[in-house]
């Protein structure tokens, strides 16, 4: 049943999510967690979220929070984001977050694809009819298009206030001319996702044959592979990679004697994931945890058991990092390299410039030597990532008390790491 959202209005207690919200990805299910539960942790109660999504059943079903959904098939009148609910749903609320990496342009207009050129059409009018709005731990970019950066500029200069999650965000934002004054460094909101608690995560293992006990490398695939790691690259392909990629998993396995837990975030990403496994010839055991089944606190409770993760979609690396997995990154996009610098660990990252089995070989294995202090600098890096998550909100519950924005956001910012 729809929620309904009732009792005493106050300066804010409704908030639309704008973001991806499909249920596809754990990614971006994770982020929705992490906005959700430390706005209702700093305002001190549960605020009401109404989120444009594909998949209803999936934002009433997924969280504790008070949801709901809001329809944006094209028999609710919309393409994607692009329509009269997402439209009415920023009219109706007292504020609208804006929230993970949506700010690029690539496929600037497709609409079933790009949400920048949505946002640029529909946040200005909302804007000029008084609605408030603010970025919420945003990635940004890339872009590289006159028209992308136009509206990337338009879409920062209608917000109260910008959070981004790591400083090449804030340098795009800045080198586009945003004019926001209110723009601080924060951190990925899906850090602060509570994983499922130790016994569900045994059991998973269990039925997979694993344990705790068990040396475990786990390995996320993307389908996308090489296509978006550098401009004007000639992709390698399916079977290059795979046959890359498996080479060299097949080796450490076979050295470490580590069994090979996949767990692919995106459901899309499972029909390559289960081809790479078919490859795996040499692991003690291969098996699958995905987010097809699995919720994002189930896959960051499992991730946390395993010896080592390589990550290549972002929010994998997160869920395994502040879960305190040791984590190396295969930098399918630039935002991958941008959270291992955060994590003050570039060389835990490889790019596809090095894609070779020898290179990433050597980048496994040397990760596995050192896993043990991958975990300790973790441990002392992961909390304040945490607390600077936490700053959107807080802005956000200052708001909501009616306090200046201002002194709010200043506040904030002295807290940075």
């Known amino acids: 049943m729809m929620m309904r959202f009732e009792g005493k209005r106050k300066l804010l207690d409704t908030i639309t999510l704008l973001g991806s919200s499909s249920g596809r990805n754990a990614g971006d299910a994770a982020i929705l967690s992490g906005i959700m539960d430390t706005v209702d942790a700093a305002c001190g109660t549960p605020l009401a979220y109404e989120i444009p999504t594909l998949k209803p059943a999936f934002i009433r079903d997924a969280y504790a929070n008070r949801t709901r959904p809001i329809g944006m098939m094209p028999w609710n009148g919309s ?11 920023v009219m109706r609320t007292h504020y609208t977050l804006i929230f993970d990496a949506i700010l690029f342009d690539r496929s600037l207009y497709n609409p079933l694809f790009n949400f920048l050129s949505t946002l640029y059409l ?9 609605k408030r709005m603010a970025c919420f731990n945003v990635g940004a970019g890339p872009v590289d298009t ?36 209110r ?7 899906a850090v602060n996702v509570t994983p499922a ?20 490398l786990a390995v996320n695939v993307n389908q996308y592979l090489d296509t978006w790691a ?60 995905a987010n097809r089944d699995f919720s994002h606190y189930e896959i960051k409770g499992v991730l946390g058991a395993c010896s080592m993760l390589l990550a290549m979609r972002l929010h994998a690396s997160i869920l395994g990092a502040s879960a ?18 955060q994590l003050g660990m570039p060389e835990r990252n490889i790019r596809f410039d090095r894609f070779t089995v020898e290179d990433l070989r050597r980048h496994l294995l040397q990760g596995w030597a050192d896993r043990n202090e991958i975990r300790r600098q973790l441990e002392v890096r992961i909390p304040p990532l945490q607390q600077d998550a936490c700053k959107a909100a807080n802005v956000v519950a200052s708001i ?3 306090e200046d924005m201002d002194e709010a956001f200043s506040r904030a910012a002295g807290h940075s790491t």
């Open 400 to 402: 909501r008390r009616g």
């Open 122 to 130: 529909l946040l200005p009018r909302a804007r000029r009819k008084g």
């Open 324 to 341: 305190l997995a040791p984590t190396l990154g295969l930098a399918y996009q630039p935002k991958v390299e941008f959270f291992y610098n």
């Open 79 to 89: 393409v994607k984001m692009l329509g009269l609910p997402t439209y009415r749903s």
């Open 183 to 189: 723009i601080l460094l924060a951190a990925d909101a």
């Open 230 to 289: 550098r401009p004007k690259r000639e992709p390698m392909g399916k079977e290059q990679f795979l046959q890359i990629l498996s080479a060299a998993v097949n080796q450490v396995a076979d050295e470490t004697g580590a069994a090979v837990l996949c767990v692919p975030t995106q459901h899309h990403d499972v029909p390559i994931t289960e081809e790479f496994m078919a490859r795996l010839t040499r692991a003690r055991a291969v098996a699958m945890v």
């Open 146 to 181: 006159p028209a992308g950066r136009r509206m990337l500029r338009a879409v920062a200069d209608c917000m109260d206030f910008i959070t981004v999650r790591d400083q090449e965000s804030m340098d795009i934002l800045r080198d586009v001319g945003a004019q926001t004054p």
């Open 197 to 216: 608690p130790e016994k569900r995560v045994d059991a998973i293992l269990g039925k997979l044959g694993l344990s705790r006990d068990d040396e475990i």
